[in-house]
């Protein structure tokens, strides 16, 4: 974990009274060191990781397998690089392999750690698609990211159940009957 210094405190400390806070009242006084090791720990942990912390694939158990793989409703938690808003939601992930698979706790760790980072979906997205391709090499992935944003739902708008549905599709997840496939497979629900 990154190293809490006192300009970092401070800096908390600012905010909370910009939004009009007593920073001297007893519920906050360790709230800056808080926020700062949930930022650390949790949001902000993706930070910390890279892809290669994730690169374990497998030849054998790929035998012949040329189906798709599917790992769904693997859970998003990010923010938003605009308000720093909460992004809640779900990720789908398929692939077709080429002659390697990939521990099916890895792709879900990848997701983790790109969610776990300052984000537009969009981005997140294509970042997952990559990240399997590149461990992979396989034939094709698909990704699909349904996700409520906390910035459109708590502010603004104050759309409230919304969400938004991001798709990044790579090799042969782009021919028509493919892509038909895995959105059947995946059916998206709320």
Wanted: overall charge positive; glycine content about 6%; charged content about 30%.
């Amino acid at each position: 974990m990154k190293k809490i210094e006192k300009k970092h405190i401070e800096a908390v400390k600012t905010i909370l009274e910009f939004i009009g806070e007593d920073i001297n009242r007893e519920g906050l006084e360790e709230t800056p060191k808080r926020f700062l090791r949930a930022w650390a720990e949790y949001w902000g942990v993706g930070y910390y990781q890279k892809l290669e912390d994730f690169d374990k694939s497998f030849e054998d158990g790929a035998e012949q397998v040329n189906e798709m793989v599917i790992v769904k409703d693997i859970p998003v938690f990010s923010h938003c690089e605009h308000h720093i808003a909460p992004i809640i939601g779900k990720c789908h992930v398929a692939y077709i392999p080429n002659g390697k698979i990939i521990g099916l706790s890895k792709i879900a760790r990848i997701v983790n750690m790109y969610s776990r980072r300052l984000q537009v979906q969009e981005r997140l997205t294509n970042q997952i698609a990559d990240a399997i391709v590149k461990i992979t090499n396989c034939k094709g992935v698909g990704v699909i990211v349904n996700a409520e944003h906390f910035c459109m739902t708590s502010r603004g708008i104050q759309a409230f159940g919304s969400t938004t549905i991001t798709s990044a599709l790579r090799g042969v997840f782009l021919k028509q009957d493919v892509k038909e496939e895995f959105f059947k497979l995946v059916d998206i629900k709320k």
